[in-house]
């Protein structure tokens, strides 16, 4: 069965970008592994990323993540049956905060700065879905 998973959590204050590194190239080739795929985004403190595969698999990869030590306060924010996949193309993408895509960020978000822990589902959908139509601003992490 096909699910998306979505979940914010917030950076622990030791993390630094080559974590951020570290965490993409091992999800790719894990989730590559898994048949997961999704987006991880990364802005002021906050981690937002969804995960969008076999139900089992997502929820492995899920359970991992929430272990890890690099991140807190992790909450699920959706948590959805789909028919298809959005991130077809992607083992895990990712969208940094540059100021290119500083106003996509700001667009979903209700405060000045980006806030996923206050989304609703409609948002987060909407997010994701002009993420994965913007895709030169996902790095190269196929
Ligand atoms: P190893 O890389 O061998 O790691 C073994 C253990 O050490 C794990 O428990 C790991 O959490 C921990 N560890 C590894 N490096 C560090 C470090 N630098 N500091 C502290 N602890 C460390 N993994 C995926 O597979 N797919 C994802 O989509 C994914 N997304 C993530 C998103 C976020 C926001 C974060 C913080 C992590 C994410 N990870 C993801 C990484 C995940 O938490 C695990 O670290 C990784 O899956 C473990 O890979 P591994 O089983 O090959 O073990």
Known sequence: MLVRLIYASRVERNTSQSDVREILEKS?????????????????GIFLQCLEGDRREVSKVYHRILNDPRHADAELLMFEEVASRNFTDWNMGYLGYTQENRSLFL??????EFDPYSMNAMSLRAFFDEVVGSAKWLGSQK
Do not use: I, P
């Open 107 to 112: 667009k979903y978000s209700s405060k000045a």
């Open 28 to 44: 790719v080739v894990n989730n590559g592994r898994a048949g997961v795929t999704g987006a991880l985004c990364f802005t002021g």
